[in-house]
């Protein structure tokens, strides 16, 4: 175990050293407590819901990868799981629950059937927990998402179906923050698209926006309720030609004033969402981000602390705008430990912001603005080797989880005693 005593010296030298460069470390750690990320339900049990017959497990490019033991195959079990990651994770946090985690007593209930009753357990349970919750119509994983289609189905009746999902959703979700105090996000992602390339790629992107529209129509209050939409480069069976483009949702969410959605995987390999995030918040509401790592393709690996996850905590820091940017993760590894997969990858996003928060950004800003590029570039150097460890030790020790080394025996142990007993 960590020493306490020990764990307080580094903090109290760490503090010295970053007050030198005039952060006030103290500060830093009250902005960083403010700052919630929404961990995502599906990577509990491996995206697959718990509908009953009637619904597909797979399918509409997500799939997950790997066969560890002990994954989530009820709600309660889910929700355990849940509770034991928060419980090594500093901070307050938020729940981000897909429409196809219904609790439905045993019955099945279509998409376009659900109601606040199928989820009100779930709303009861984050207000036990105390947190906010987000919210995601599930548009794939279904018989009349087979042929790769929903929002922008060329049959009328298969639109009009996922509409009414869409519909629902967001009333659910205006509930959701509405009985919570805390504002949802209800998210939109679409797996629509073709396999090969093709002769008509006006018609769906104009379905797809009226379908949209359909949605949106009624208006929610914004205390309780923002829409976001979100794009993707292309998906299994989706090579050629995805619907909702970047290109498209961002006119969309420019021309509507909704959330734009951005996806750290759902780009080229070579594109980051770090430098789009200044570029596209001027022009909207906010922002939502899905944080998650390729590899090599849309994988959606565990985050790691590395340069693009730093690089976007700056940017979201930096902004200016932090309360109209909303943070969740979107990764599902079933090739490991599925709560050690939840604690790594927020506590690297939390360690992420951290970091971005305990930099001296008006003595940065004042060399870029003197174009003082020299000086610009010796203190972000400088930066790197700077002891954020010892801070974010002291966090952990502050909100009464364990520090680094600690907490993956405790995963250990739950694996032992819970994970391994299930089958």
């Keep these: 175990m960590a020493n306490q005593k020990n764990i307080q010296q ?22 960083l407590a403010r700052i919630p990320v929404s961990l995502h339900c599906w990577q509990g049990d491996d995206v697959g819901g718990f509908e009953t017959a009637g619904a597909e497990l797979s399918g509409g490019g997500i799939q997950a990868t790997g066969n560890y033991p002990g994954k989530a195959r009820t709600i309660d079990q889910l929700r355990r799981d849940i509770e034991t990651a928060l419980s090594l994770i500093p901070g307050t946090h938020r729940l981000n629950l897909h429409a196809c985690y219904l609790d ?14 199928h989820f009100q357990s779930w709303i009861d349970w984050a207000k036990a927990n105390g947190m906010g919750m987000d919210f995601n119509p599930t548009y794939f994983s279904h018989p009349r998402a087979a042929d790769g289609f929903t929002l922008a189905h060329p049959d009328e009746g298969i639109r009009r179906f996922w509409i009414e999902h869409g519909i629902a959703c967001r009333k659910i979700g ?27 790629r006006t018609g769906p992107r104009q379905r797809l926006a009226d379908s949209l529209d359909t949605i949106f129509k009624e208006d929610l209050d914004s205390n309780h309720n923002l829409d976001a939409v979100e794009s993707k480069l292309f998906g299994i ?18 021309s509507r004033k909704k959330l734009l959605c951005l ?91 951290l970091i971005a928060l305990l930099e001296p950004a008006q003595t940065l800003q004042k060399t870029e603005q003197e174009m003082d590029f020299t000086q610009r570039l010796a203190i972000l150097e400088e ?17 009464n989880v364990p520090a680094e080394r600690d907490w993956f025996g405790q995963v250990q142990k739950y694996e032992k005693d819970v994970l391994s007993k299930r089958t």
């Design 383 to 399: 930066l790197k080797t700077l002891p954020w460890a010892a801070v974010w030790d002291y966090y952990c020790l502050q909100k």
């Design 174 to 200: 205006a509930e959701m923050g509405k009985q919570l105090g805390s504002t949802t996000v209800t998210n939109v992602w679409v797996p629509d698209g073709y396999k090969d390339s093709p002769a008509d």
């Design 237 to 254: 069976g989706a090579e050629s030609y995805t619907v909702g483009s970047h290109e498209f949702y961002l006119g969309y969410a420019v």
């Design 263 to 353: 996806d750290a995987v759902h780009f080229h390999p070579t594109e980051v969402i770090y430098d789009k995030i200044s570029a596209v918040l001027p022009y909207l509401p906010g922002l939502l981000l899905h944080v998650s790592r390729p590899v090599r393709w849309d994988s959606d690996h565990v985050v790691i602390l590395d340069d693009q996850l730093r690089d976007i905590a700056r940017e979201i820091i930096r902004s200016g705008r932090l309360a109209d940017i909303h943070i969740g993760l979107d990764f599902f590894d079933a090739s490991i430990n599925r709560i050690a997969a939840w604690v790594i990858g927020t506590r690297n996003m939390i360690k992420a912001l």
């Design 10 to 31: 580094a903090y109290e030298l760490a503090k010295e050293r970053y007050a030198q460069i005039g952060v006030d470390v103290e500060q830093a750690l009250a902005q």
């Design 104 to 117: 439905h007593g045993g019955k099945f209930v279509d998409r376009n059937e659900i109601t606040l009753d």
